[in-house]
Structure formats: structure tokens, C-alpha cells
């Protein structure tokens, strides 16, 4: 009997085993432990996330390349320009798609919040790969195991889809404002607010237009026109209207701190100075936001200097050799970063992805290539001056007394105040500073401007600018490697080489003679 209770036993599991092989494999192969669907939500902080991880953060490699500040220890960071593989975004493009899918799974209409922001996330991350590297897999790209080797779309049909994915975001935001539908949640940057989401899309909008001002003459793109359909139709396409409207990452005490703070003070502290590109141009200007960036060299104040003395702020040129900076620094030479500012606290300032006073640079650049007459927003000179004033008010800075502090022992902890007189008035009565016009000399301080108020935000938007305008002048040297230049791109990632090898050839034929060159000069910057 005890057998054969076992031997029935046996049988049934057999047959049951048996049974479930009756499955398609397809079904057998998935992972019951593992989810396959997430809401929306959660995939948009993802995205969001990425966006960030994209930009770079303050006191990152794009600060150094940007020539804000300098690294004098090899150890943690060269200052060169030996750029290799650009970390292309399709991954988080993929992801992009993924939250779309999600929306519509649970029966979001066709236009829906994260299907607006999802054309809006295209545009950006296909814009900062097409600008690092040239052509780009668009078309037949996202597509899965359908193709797996996308052939590559020119540079300029990727912006003419970019600035189209552009315009129906605004298109879509617009139509989900007026329905007062906002199924929007998992938003770290507005609070799930689509009207300040309408605002960057087309703040964003403006900040593509101006990076293709080597092409106003081309019809297809129509860069003067869009760029004054903007500025003429406020209600169709609002803009940021003060620095409460900033793309920005905010940073706390607990799990997510300023990159830099107390606790790594000793780690890099010393390790990194000031770059000439930047503090060198402050102190030409007399710009009191001198005195919130930067500690004041020792020397200088041994030499009997001030700390208020915008002599006593001196900035190492990315160029010079490493071993040179190094002993300059540890000597007392260089200029620290201001340690009330940037290593007191756990939060310093918030890193801005595209703030207002970009926004008043990039309308005042505009208006003074001639793409548009003077709006209701103002004149350039107008915008010029707001968007200093607005980089003024960031760093805290207002006409009257203001305090300001520099370390009494070269650490964080203690430190000596100073009062400094600051008026707008007398800054922008300079010759330097006064805007001269709609004139190369008046964009040249546009321009310059543009770069001071990017410190330590906005990703590279200031080596960018800088690609395009070439203000300001950039130093270079052995430090700085490349032969002494400042490379043009990036390469294509080596993925590409053994998945996609063919329509990668052909693209590098087409662009740059057949060379990965990051000398060579992509269709943007022709």
C-alpha cells in the first residue's frame, strides 16, 4: 500500500510537471518575481533623474571644461580636453517610451501630461547628443528588436524634429491646461505644475534656436521666424517670467548634498582653484560677485592687499601646467573657492538647469542679431541688464551694504565679515560693462555675461556657447592637452563600432571624411 501511495503521487506530479511544459516558452521564460509594467509615475522620476545625471552638477568635469575653476591634483582630475566616447541618452530615451506606454496602459487619452513631457524629453536629450557628437539614429531609432542598426538621420533633420517635438509639447500642454487635466505625479523639478512646464519647453525652445544661429539663412529650419513667433505671442508660447520659474535641481542636508561641503572638504578643498577664464573676468568687471565665488589668494593679502581688493583675487589658467598650479596653489598664489559659500553648508545654492537670466541673455543675443524688434519683454539692453541683475540676485547681491565672507583660517568653519558698497549703477556705467549696441562689440558683452551667470549650473551650456561664439577666449596649454585646442565634439560611443558598424562608417564619411576626430567640425558649426 505504501508503494503504490507513492507511486500514484509520483504520477500526478509527473503529469502536472508535464502539464505546465504545455506552456509557450515565451510565457516559461518570464521572471514571475520581476515586474513588467511600473506606473508612470515612477518612470518619470527616472527620467528626471537622468536629466540631471546628463547635465553634470556643479564642481563637476563640465566646470572645469567650462574653465570656471581649475584641478591642481592629478590625483582626483586633470584640466585637459583629451574628450574620448560621448555618453549618448537612448537608454533613457527608451524610458521615455516605457512612461508614454505606462500612461496609455492604464487609459490616459492619446494627450496626456507625461506624453507632452515626453516629447519635450526627446528634444532635449536627442540635443545634447546631436551636439556632441554630429549625426545621430533618429528615424529608425527606439524600435527595439525590430532594428536593431538604425541608420543615422543628418544633424540637421535631427533639429528639424527637434524643434517639432518643441512645438507640440507647447501644442499639447496648451490643450491639457485648457481641459484642466493634469494626471501628472512623480515631478521632482515644478511640483507636477504643467504651466511652468510650458514655460521651460519654450524657454528651452529659444535656448535651441540660438544654438543654431550659424544657420538663420536655412529656410527648412526658419530660425529668425520662429525665434520672433516666440517673443510676438506670449500667450501661445510663455516664457519664464523671474527666477521663480528656474529649472532647477534643489540640494538638502540628508540624501542629496551640494557637491560640495563639510565633508569633503579635505578632499578637495585645496585640490581646486579658481579658473583665470572665469575669476580673471570678474575682477576686470569690479563685479562684486567676486567676493560670494571665491577666497581672496594669500599672497596677495601678505603683499598688503585687502580682501576687498579685486587685486587680491587672482585665477589659474586652465593651461598651465599641472605641477606649475599645484605648487602656485599650495603656495598661496591661486584663489580657493569661497568656503562660506560652498563647503559651510550641505546646500549651497541650487544647481540650474536653464534659469531666467539665461533666458534674458538669449533673448538680448536675439534681438541684437536682428531676429526680432524690440518686444514687450524689452530691448536687448533692457534684457541685457535684467539678466545681469537677475546672476546679481542669485549670489544675493543688492545695491546698498553687502556682507561678505572669507575664511579666517582657511578652513569652514570660521570665518571674517566685510561689508562692500555695491551699486548697479556704477557697475554698468563702466565702458566695459555699459551695452553698446546691437553691434559685434554689444553681442561680445551679451556673450560674456551669458558665461559669468553660468557658473556652476546649467551642465555645458558655457563651453557650448563658447563653441559657437567664441566668447570668451578660452586658455589653453600643456595643461589643457589636445595639442593646445579645444576640441569641437565628442566621439561616437565603441558600441557603435560592433553593433552598428556600417551606418556608422557612413555617417563618419559624410561628416568628417571618415575620421572619429573630436578637432573636426560637425554641420552645426559650418
Same mark, same amino acid.
Given at each position: ?22 506552456? !509557450? ?236 561641503? !563639510? ?43 585687502? !580682501? ?80 545681469? +541683475? ?58 560674456? +555675461? ?5 557658473? +556652476? ?14 566668447? !570668451? ?54
Amino acid at each position: 500500500m505504501k508503494f503504490n501511495h507513492l507511486y500514484i503521487s509520483f504520477l500526478v506530479s509527473l503529469i502536472l510537471t508535464l502539464s505546465g511544459c504545455d506552456k !509557450p516558452f515565451d510565457e516559461l521564460e518570464k521572471d514571475p518575481n520581476r515586474p513588467v509594467n511600473a506606473p508612470a509615475s515612477l518612470v518619470l522620476k527616472g527620467v528626471l533623474a537622468d536629466v540631471f545625471d546628463a547635465t553634470g552638477s556643479a564642481w563637476d568635469d563640465e566646470q572645469r571644461w567650462n574653465q570656471f575653476y581649475a584641478s591642481n591634483y592629478n590625483y582626483y582630475a586633470t584640466n585637459e580636453y583629451s574628450w574620448t566616447a560621448a555618453p549618448l541618452r537612448y537608454t533613457t530615451l527608451k524610458n521615455v517610451v516605457k512612461m508614454e506606454q505606462e500612461a496609455r496602459r492604464v487609459g490616459l487619452p492619446e494627450v496626456n501630461a507625461y506624453a507632452a513631457l515626453g516629447k519635450f524629453f526627446r528634444a532635449y536629450f536627442y540635443e545634447d547628443m546631436t551636439r556632441r557628437v554630429g549625426d545621430l539614429p533618429l528615424t529608425d531609432a527606439l524600435k527595439g528588436l525590430d532594428n536593431t542598426a538604425p541608420k543615422y538621420d543628418s544633424q540637421k533633420v535631427v533639429y528639424v524634429q527637434i524643434l517639432k517635438w518643441l512645438d507640440e509639447a507647447n501644442a499639447d500642454i496648451t490643450a491639457l491646461i485648457a481641459k484642466g487635466d493634469n494626471a501628472l505625479a512623480g515631478d521632482i523639478y515644478y511640483g507636477n505644475d504643467l504651466r511652468k512646464w510650458q514655460k521651460l519647453v519654450n524657454s528651452y525652445k529659444l535656448r535651441v534656436l540660438i544654438s543654431l544661429s550659424s544657420k538663420e539663412a536655412d529656410t527648412d529650419l526658419a530660425v529668425k521666424t520662429r525665434f520672433a513667433e516666440v517673443l510676438a505671442n506670449p500667450t501661445k508660447f510663455p516664457l519664464l517670467t523671474n527666477e521663480g520659474d528656474n529649472w532647477q535641481y534643489l540640494f538638502n542636508s540628508t540624501t542629496n548634498k551640494y557637491s560640495r561641503s !563639510p565633508d569633503n572638504f579635505g578632499q578637495n578643498a585645496t585640490r581646486e582653484n579658481m579658473a583665470a577664464t572665469y575669476l580673471d573676468l570678474l575682477t576686470s568687471l569690479k563685479d562684486p560677485r567676486t567676493f560670494v565665488v571665491a577666497e581672496p589668494a594669500p599672497v596677495k593679502l601678505a603683499a598688503g592687499l585687502k !580682501p576687498t581688493d579685486f587685486g587680491a583675487f587672482v585665477g589659474a589658467s586652465s593651461g598651465e601646467d599641472l605641477a606649475d598650479m599645484s605648487a602656485k596653489a599650495n603656495k598661496g598664489e591661486y584663489s580657493f573657492q569661497n568656503r562660506k559659500r560652498y563647503y559651510s553648508t550641505y546646500t549651497a545654492e541650487p544647481y540650474v538647469l536653464l534659469g531666467y537670466a539665461e533666458q534674458c541673455f538669449t533673448i538680448a543675443e536675439g534681438l541684437n542679431r536682428g531676429w526680432s524688434a524690440a518686444t514687450a519683454l524689452g530691448t536687448a539692453e533692457e534684457l541685457y541688464k535684467k539678466g545681469i +541683475q537677475t546672476s546679481w540676485a542669485f549670489y544675493g547681491l543688492k545695491d546698498g551694504n553687502n556682507d561678505v565672507f572669507f575664511s579666517k583660517d582657511g578652513g569652514y568653519k570660521e570665518f571674517n565679515s566685510y561689508s562692500v558698497p555695491v551699486s548697479f549703477t556704477t557697475y554698468y556705467a563702466q565702458p566695459t560693462v555699459a551695452y553698446g549696441g546691437n553691434t559685434a562689440a554689444g553681442l561680445k558683452q551679451i556673450l560674456t +555675461q551669458k558665461y559669468l551667470a553660468f557658473a +556652476q549650473g546649467s551642465g555645458l551650456e558655457a563651453w557650448f556657447t563658447q563653441r559657437r561664439t567664441g566668447v !570668451p577666449t578660452f586658455l589653453t596649454g600643456v595643461g589643457t592637452g589636445n595639442s593646445q585646442r579645444i576640441p569641437k565634439r565628442w566621439q561616437y560611443p565603441n558600441t557603435e563600432r560592433t553593433t552598428n558598424g556600417t551606418n556608422l562608417k557612413q555617417a563618419l564619411d559624410s561628416q568628417f571624411g571618415g575620421n572619429d576626430d573630436i578637432n573636426a567640425t560637425m554641420w552645426l558649426l559650418k
